[in-house]
């Protein structure tokens, strides 16, 4: 690929930034786009009789992409259709060049698969080097993993990212958290990877063990898997003393590496565009939206060999902006993916997500980071229960302090919320903890 070179700023500064790529104009990143979207809806056409069905459907043939904005005649890609054609069906390459497989269970049925050829884990690699040169990582850093290695694509993917970033990797793996606190005052590792809610699980086990995050190696957090809101992530810089950047990513389009978050621009999250074509549109109608409406992100693989999803429905929420960056990045910016359209709840008629939960939750004094929500229609009228956790020191026998804090959490609740939950206290260790992506909500309505 050619970029102009263009000047670069000295805040760029890290082992893994490509001026040429990363600090392109936005004409010379669309025109690489462009040649990419092209060549990539040809080969899908050939080669994935599933697509060139859809093309057939929708009367459009990859010649009619002339511009960026042609994109919208292309098909939409989804989770079913992996599942119809489960599990090659939309492969594009030899299945003797596919090298490895991941897969995401999904709450239901089969899990959908994904493959990768040689030059897909290459591509995947560099996306994730460049997310962790965002975030200040440099291959004199020790990165302790605490994703799992299995078909997830967290594990695995960070971890040959920053191996190609040329970091002493500890591939500790999810789970064993006195072993993890044990391995990085051994191994003074610099860098956790982890998701969000384990890391704050970390943090609880470590104080409760005396463990001192202040004075221990530890400088950055690369996170993602799940959202982390603005105050998890405050509280996890605070009680572990490091910077934790929020990287985001599906399986459908390789894993983590679309998109990560610079140390500039805390809330935001720079698109690798020269791998990635993005959309937003609006979930109902289909249709795009202006630049920085809120809607569902929409992702074309330019590059993807095995498995290119064209116009991929990822069901995450976002906006995107092309404003220029602090870093001097040029690539587009997505805000923290803040739900998924198929997570909202609708408690009586309000449109509620779990993580307007969790932002009213994190920072009350005396609450653990651990919290579940629970629907159900026993009564005939839906009912919200939130329980809560105390940390050891808020908990106390007074029935009156209790029923204080209680109220003051429903409030919080009800403001943020417009709806007034039920609220249960419990004792200190009474949710159960997840090694991996946290488990929120257990709808028990039954549905008329
Ligand atoms: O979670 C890929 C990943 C692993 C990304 C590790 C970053 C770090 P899946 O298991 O297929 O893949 O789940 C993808 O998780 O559609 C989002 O709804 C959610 N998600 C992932 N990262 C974030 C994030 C991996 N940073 C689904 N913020 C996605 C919010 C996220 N949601």
């Given at each position: 690929m050619e970029f102009d070179r263009i000047e670069v700023s000295d805040r760029l500064q890290g082992n893994y930034f490509d001026p040429g790529i990363e600090t392109a104009s936005r004409g010379e990143i669309h025109r690489v786009q462009l040649e990419k979207l092209r060549r990539q809806a040809a080969r899908v056409f050939?080669?994935?009789?599933?697509?060139?069905?859809?093309?057939?459907?929708?009367?459009?043939?990859?010649?009619?992409?002339?511009?960026?904005?042609?994109?919208?005649h292309l098909p939409f890609t989804d989770k079913q259709a992996l599942r119809d054609t489960y599990p090659f069906g939309l492969c594009a390459v030899a299945l003797d060049d596919v090298v490895r497989l991941h897969s995401s269970s999904g709450t239901t049925g089969k899990p959908i698969v994904i493959g990768y050829s040689q030059r897909d884990l290459d591509v995947w690699s560099e996306c994730i080097a460049r997310l962790a040169t965002m975030a200040g990582v440099t291959r004199a850093d020790r990165v302790q993993m605490a994703f799992g290695y299995g078909m997830f694509?967290?594990?695995?993917?960070?971890?040959?990212?920053?191996?190609?970033?040329?970091?002493?990797?500890v591939p500790a793996g999810s789970g064993n958290t006195e072993r993890h606190l044990m391995m990085i005052e051994d191994y003074k590792t610099t860098v956790l990877i982890a998701t969000p809610s384990y890391a704050l699980h970390m943090c609880e086990v470590g104080e409760s063990l005396g463990f001192d995050w202040a004075a221990s190696s530890m400088r950055?957090?690369?996170?993602?898997?799940?959202?982390?809101?603005?105050?998890?992530?405050?509280?996890?810089?605070?009680r572990m003393h490091i910077v934790c950047t929020d990287n985001y990513g599906l399986t459908e389009v390789n894993g983590p590496g679309v998109s990560g978050e610079c140390l500039y621009s805390r809330d935001h999250q720079h698109i690798a565009e020269d791998h990635f074509l993005w959309e937003v549109i609006d979930p109902v109608t289909n249709e795009p939206l202006p630049e920085g409406h809120e809607g569902e992100l929409v992702l074309t693989l330019l590059d993807k060999e095995a498995f290119p999803m064209l116009r991929y429905r990822t069901r995450d929420l976002t906006r995107v902006t092309t404003e220029p960056c602090a870093c001097g990045r040029t690539h587009a910016r997505m805000a923290k993916v803040r739900a998924r359209t198929d997570d909202m709840l609708i408690v009586r008629g309000t449109n509620i997500f779990p993580n307007?939960?969790?932002?009213?939750?994190?920072?009350?004094?005396?609450?653990?980071?651990?919290?579940?929500?629970v629907l159900d229609n026993e009564t005939g009228l839906d009912r919200m229960t939130v329980m809560v956790e105390l940390r050891p020191d808020a908990f106390s026998d007074s029935f009156e302090q209790m029923g204080h804090f209680r109220q003051h959490i429903v409030d919080r609740l009800r403001q943020a919320l417009l709806i007034t939950p039920v609220v249960k206290l419990l004792e200190p260790g009474a949710i159960e903890r997840t090694v991996g992506k946290s488990k929120r909500v257990e709808d028990k309505r039954e549905k008329s």
């Amino acid at each position: 690929m050619e970029f102009d070179r263009i000047e670069v700023s000295d805040r760029l500064q890290g082992n893994y930034f490509d001026p040429g790529i990363e600090t392109a104009s936005r004409g010379e990143i669309h025109r690489v786009q462009l040649e990419k979207l092209r060549r990539q809806a040809a080969r899908v056409f050939e080669r994935v009789p599933w697509y060139r069905e859809r093309f057939g459907e929708l009367g459009v043939r990859p010649e009619d992409i002339r511009t960026l904005e042609d994109v919208r005649h292309l098909p939409f890609t989804d989770k079913q259709a992996l599942r119809d054609t489960y599990p090659f069906g939309l492969c594009a390459v030899a299945l003797d060049d596919v090298v490895r497989l991941h897969s995401s269970s999904g709450t239901t049925g089969k899990p959908i698969v994904i493959g990768y050829s040689q030059r897909d884990l290459d591509v995947w690699s560099e996306c994730i080097a460049r997310l962790a040169t965002m975030a200040g990582v440099t291959r004199a850093d020790r990165v302790q993993m605490a994703f799992g290695y299995g078909m997830f694509t967290g594990g695995l993917g960070l971890h040959y990212g920053c191996e190609k970033l040329g970091c002493m990797i500890v591939p500790a793996g999810s789970g064993n958290t006195e072993r993890h606190l044990m391995m990085i005052e051994d191994y003074k590792t610099t860098v956790l990877i982890a998701t969000p809610s384990y890391a704050l699980h970390m943090c609880e086990v470590g104080e409760s063990l005396g463990f001192d995050w202040a004075a221990s190696s530890m400088r950055v957090g690369l996170f993602g898997g799940e959202p982390c809101t603005p105050g998890m992530k405050r509280e996890i810089e605070r009680r572990m003393h490091i910077v934790c950047t929020d990287n985001y990513g599906l399986t459908e389009v390789n894993g983590p590496g679309v998109s990560g978050e610079c140390l500039y621009s805390r809330d935001h999250q720079h698109i690798a565009e020269d791998h990635f074509l993005w959309e937003v549109i609006d979930p109902v109608t289909n249709e795009p939206l202006p630049e920085g409406h809120e809607g569902e992100l929409v992702l074309t693989l330019l590059d993807k060999e095995a498995f290119p999803m064209l116009r991929y429905r990822t069901r995450d929420l976002t906006r995107v902006t092309t404003e220029p960056c602090a870093c001097g990045r040029t690539h587009a910016r997505m805000a923290k993916v803040r739900a998924r359209t198929d997570d909202m709840l609708i408690v009586r008629g309000t449109n509620i997500f779990p993580n307007q939960v969790e932002d009213a939750l994190v920072g009350i004094q005396g609450l653990a980071p651990h919290y579940r929500i629970v629907l159900d229609n026993e009564t005939g009228l839906d009912r919200m229960t939130v329980m809560v956790e105390l940390r050891p020191d808020a908990f106390s026998d007074s029935f009156e302090q209790m029923g204080h804090f209680r109220q003051h959490i429903v409030d919080r609740l009800r403001q943020a919320l417009l709806i007034t939950p039920v609220v249960k206290l419990l004792e200190p260790g009474a949710i159960e903890r997840t090694v991996g992506k946290s488990k929120r909500v257990e709808d028990k309505r039954e549905k008329s």
